[in-house]
């Protein structure tokens, strides 16, 4: 947890002896902090809602100001599961009702993992930590808002009352973040979209599937350009990859099963469709009988009759047991079942199940391992703009935050072990190029490292791997003067990881990428060079997306620009204004508008017979970055009046050098 993190946390400590000191029978599951703030959520008959808040933040307000001391207790699992029992954890004495919830987790702690407690006052709570020294620590709070969520996310489990706020070190820190988000308000990425034509959902597509609409597309556009160019210029190597894959592939790389609620259900084929479809189930199954106990093999293929009804695998294999099953032979029962079971394997080996990717390393992994590969390729820098699916559940979905197709600024780099460094070096140079290009002065790389206790169980166990990648990912963020924090204890299963956060011009805070060491997959997957020695050796990999997915990049651009597109970006980047419509003056902004569009210029032109004043607004609302006007004076000095959106007028200018410039701005990416 960074510093910010554990005060907020600590808050959602001090709500819930507020809420207890309220209501004493309320019973508390998980309190997490979160991106902005802290929740807790709470089993109570009395439904909470905002009117409640003052109430409570009365009572945090007491408990922040008696400054008690979070006090840190290591105990056994018998003395946790009987306070849990005694109704005493989350909670600011025994009583009647265990701590359910508490009791729940507890159960759930593996083996051997240290329990602690935290008692702040006469509150005591079953947490891991780490906390703020004293309650008085917390300078500043505010209860926001209330949620429900299911216990655990499972909606088997009851629902819980999710109470959400947020926490600063001072009152100054706390005014301005409420004032950046009414800022945000205003520049909400869903009402800008819509307002600009930039994307759009709709219910027959499917919610969390955003439809890119032309100046969307735009924007989609230009950034994979420039993700191409700079991957190119860094060496690396660009692969397409389909959409799809088949179960056995993510059975592979271990998504499955464990990953599989965030991924969209598979779809089932039948292989060998002719085969199976139709099945004339009186004839061949007799057919197959006799075969299934005149032979042990049971060949499939003879289930085919074309023409027949079309029944479905199952319907074939039930029909076909409860056939067995009447018959009177002399196959004994156990027998018998064998047999089935043989014939039920062979059948469902039959049925394929293709999975929409959920990301793109596996099939990039395969590729690695399509040819042959020798030291002298490393390191190989795959790169993709490839296409995922996650199933978010219904209620995370939010915007382009949020989405179910995403397409992502994907890469793998294979490297070896001495080779690391440098290129982990290489991807933060690239981030830092594009922070310039797009002026986010402010970010935070999250380092995730490893618990070396854990290595074995929530690591993968390379004890030696670890150490040293994460010295070297060290080095590197300190060298290059990135401001980074380090996380102990949060690394993914297979090496440590990056997150990165950036804030845009008004300061909202956005997570918009990841960068991974994976030191175990390339090992399931087979993946090996032939090394100098002529060993065959494994590979490491990098997985980075420095500008994430198009959804959540574009989604924060969105924001960060207030939908003031620099010109690069700008859906619509020129457009030409005349006053009057004579003739000659037409005929010059019509040659200008096509000198633009050969350039590749996406210059639109307003010969409409408005006054000028209204074609400026129009453009300006429609937040065109460039307008050039053009008068009867301009048509006489070959010039135009150029006027940049929401800079104003910028005054008069050669035709030619107006073009340059713009040309130049485009080139150079000038924000
Ligand atoms: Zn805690
Ligand atoms: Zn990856």
């Given amino acids: 947890m960074t510093e910010i993190e554990t005060l907020r946390h600590s808050s959602a400590h001090v709500l819930a002896t507020a809420i207890l000191r309220i209501w004493p029978e309320a019973q508390f599951a998980a309190g997490p902090p979160v991106e902005n703030g802290f929740y807790y959520d709470l089993d109570l008959p009395h439904r909470i809602t905002p009117e409640d808040f003052a109430r ?253 009804e079309q029944v479905t695998i199952k319907e074939a294999t039930e029909s076909f047991w409860a056939k067995l099953r009447s018959q009177d032979n002399q196959l004994d029962e156990t027998a018998r079942k064998a047999f089935f079971l043989r014939i039920l394997r062979r059948l469902q080996g039959r049925i394929d199940r293709y999975y929409l990717k959920a990301m793109n390393c596996p099939h990039h992994h395969k590729i690695f391992g399509a040819v042959p590969r020798s030291y002298r390729e490393l390191p190989l820098r795959l790169a993709e703009y490839g296409n995922c699916y996650r199933y978010e559940q219904s209620g995370e979905l939010f915007g382009l935050m949020r989405v179910r197709s995403m397409q992502m600024n994907d890469a793998h780099i294979y490297c070896t072990e001495d080779q690391f460094e440098a290129e982990f070096n290489a991807v933060n140079q690239m981030y830092l190029k594009y922070f310039k290009i797009f002026g986010i002065d402010k970010y935070l790389m999250r380092f995730s490292t490893h618990d070396p206790e854990k290595v074995g169980q929530k690591f993968v166990g390379e004890p030696e791997l670890w150490i040293k990648t994460e010295e070297m990912v060290r080095n590197v963020l300190k060298r290059s003067g990135i401001n980074y924090v380090e996380v102990a204890n949060e690394a993914a299963f297979y090496g440590p990881k990056i997150d990165v956060q950036v804030w845009s011009a008004i300061g909202r805070e956005f997570t918009i990428a990841t960068n991974q060491v994976d030191f175990a997959v390339p090992k399931r997957f087979g993946l090996v060079y032939k090394d100098r020695d002529n060993t065959e050796k494994t590979p490491l990999c990098i997985h980075r997306a420095p500008l994430g997915t198009h959804e959540r990049f574009i989604g924060f651009l969105i924001e960060h620009y207030a939908g003031n597109f620099p010109l690069w970006l700008a859906p619509e980047q020129v457009r030409i204004l005349t006053i009057g419509d004579e003739e000659p003056l037409v005929e010059f902004a019509k040659s200008i508008h096509a000198e633009l569009r050969s350039h590749e210029v996406r210059a639109d032109l307003d010969l409409s017979t408005d006054k000028i004043n209204g074609k400026i607004q129009r453009a300006e609302q429609q937040k065109v970055h460039t307008m050039l006007v053009i008068g009867k004076r301009d048509l006489e000095s070959g010039a135009v009046s150029v006027r940049v959106h929401g800079r104003g007028n910028l005054g008069a200018k050669p035709r030619a050098e107006a073009m340059v410039d713009i040309l130049a701005a485009i080139k150079e990416r000038r924000g």
């Fill in 56 to 308: 409570i933040e009365e009572e945090m307000k007491k408990e922040i100001k008696a400054n008690h001391r979070f006090e840190r207790m290591e105990v056994s699992r018998d003395e946790a599961l009987k306070l849990a029992r005694e109704g005493a954890l989350a909670a600011l004495s025994g009583r009647a009702e265990p701590s359910r919830f508490k009791l729940d987790i507890i159960e759930n702690i593996p083996d051997g993992e240290v329990i602690t407690l935290y008692r702040n006052g006469d509150f005591t709570d079953l947490c891991a930590g780490p906390h703020v020294s004293h309650t008085g620590r917390i300078g500043a709070f505010k209860l926001t808002h209330v949620a429900s969520a299911y216990y655990k996310g499972d909606e088997r489990n009851p629902q819980l009352q999710r109470i959400y706020g947020t926490a600063f070190k001072n009152k100054t820190d706390m005014d301005a973040y409420f004032k950046m988000l009414e800022e945000a308000r205003k520049r909400d990425h869903r009402k800008l979209g819509r307002e600009m034509e930039l994307f759009c959902f709709d219910d027959d597509v499917g919610p969390g599937l955003p439809l890119w609409l032309p100046k969307g597309a735009v924007l989609i556009e230009e950034l994979e350009k420039l993700a191409k160019e700079t991957e190119f210029a860094a060496g690396y190597q660009r692969v397409r990859t389909p959409h799809i894959a088949r179960e056995s592939m993510y059975v592979c790389s271990g998504h499955l099963p464990y990953y599989a609620e965030s991924m969209f259900p598979p779809m089932e084929l039948v292989a060998d469709a002719n085969a199976f479809l139709n099945i004339d189930l009186s004839k061949t199954l007799d057919d197959l009988e006799k075969k299934i106990f005149e032979s042990n093999e049971p060949l499939l293929e003879e289930l085919a009759s074309p023409g027949s």
